[in-house]
């Protein structure tokens, strides 16, 4: 497979997978197991990459950001739970990311263990789904404290690849009262400071790699980047609508077929 092919599939995995409740990760991990490009190799634009989804957040809400950041010039208080609410669901993953850094990337060698994790997280989805009521806390700067944190630790777990970051938000979200909507959108903001955050760390680990020209280079990720980003900008607004029509079931059985599937074909290859 061609270096450029590689960069265009690797973006539209990224693009796709990092805000529906599926795991970006697992399925980079996955994909490098089925296509057997070098994954190490590829360590540091899989990360990168993710800005270009980030900045679709930023792109489709940025009435939202414009109006908190206005509201934080002015000292509304609306505007001061909406940053807090996010900093304190951040601050958990990365504490728990800095200090378990090793333990985390030893995992991120194990396709079986995405498999796993998204058979399991797609019985867990079906299992909230039919549950846990629809909860009534509704907008980012609502969700009671107590609530944010919660949220915050149960985000920890996509630490595990295939868990999925914005799965574990999500359905974190939902078992604490939150709407759908705002369980949805509290997931793609909280998405920001943690991704942001992971790729500072890969940067700053892999600096004199990237400084020597090593590794994947800078204009396969701008390609990359855009490619994410533009993806990741029509995946979200789809995301929006299924979720008000259909809930996320049909993520749940997605996981659950996609895991499966891979599963058997690592167990038999």
Not at 75 to 84: E, M, N, Q, T, Y
């Amino acid at each position: 497979m061609t270096d450029l092919l590689t960069i265009i599939l690797l973006g539209i995995v990224e693009g796709v997978t990092e805000f529906l409740p599926v795991s970006s990760t697992g399925h980079l991990i996955l994909a490098s197991a089925l296509l057997g490009y070098d994954a190490a190799y590829w360590e540091v634009f899989n990360i990168v990459i993710q800005l270009g989804a980030i900045l679709a957040i930023v792109v489709l809400y940025w009435r939202t950001f414009w109006a908190v950041l206005s509201g934080l010039l002015r000292g509304d208080a609306l505007s001061i739970r909406f940053v807090r609410n996010l900093l304190v669901a951040f601050l958990p993953a990365a504490v728990i990311g800095l200090a378990l850094h090793k333990q985390i990337e030893a995992l991120l060698g194990s396709p079986l263990t995405v498999c796993v994790a998204l058979i399991v997280g797609g019985f867990a989805i079906l299992f909230i789904e039919r549950t846990v009521k629809e909860g009534d806390i509704a907008g980012v700067a609502n969700i009671p404290l107590p609530k944010v944190v919660g949220i915050g630790f149960i985000q920890c777990l996509a630490m595990i690849p295939g868990v999925s970051r914005s799965g574990a938000t999500i359905l974190g979200a939902l078992f604490l009262g939150v709407e759908r909507r705002t369980a949805a959108e509290f997931s793609f903001f909280l998405a920001i400071p943690t991704m942001l955050g992971a790729t500072a760390l890969e940067l700053v680990k892999n600096r004199h790699e990237l400084a020597s020209g090593g590794g994947v280079g800078f204009g396969a990720i701008a390609i990359g980047f855009v490619v994410a980003f533009v993806v990741a900008l029509l995946v979200v607004r789809w995301f929006i609508g299924i979720v008000g029509k259909r809930g996320f079931s049909p993520f749940a059985w997605y996981r659950i077929v996609a895991g499966s599937a891979a599963l058997v074909w690592l167990l038999n290859r």
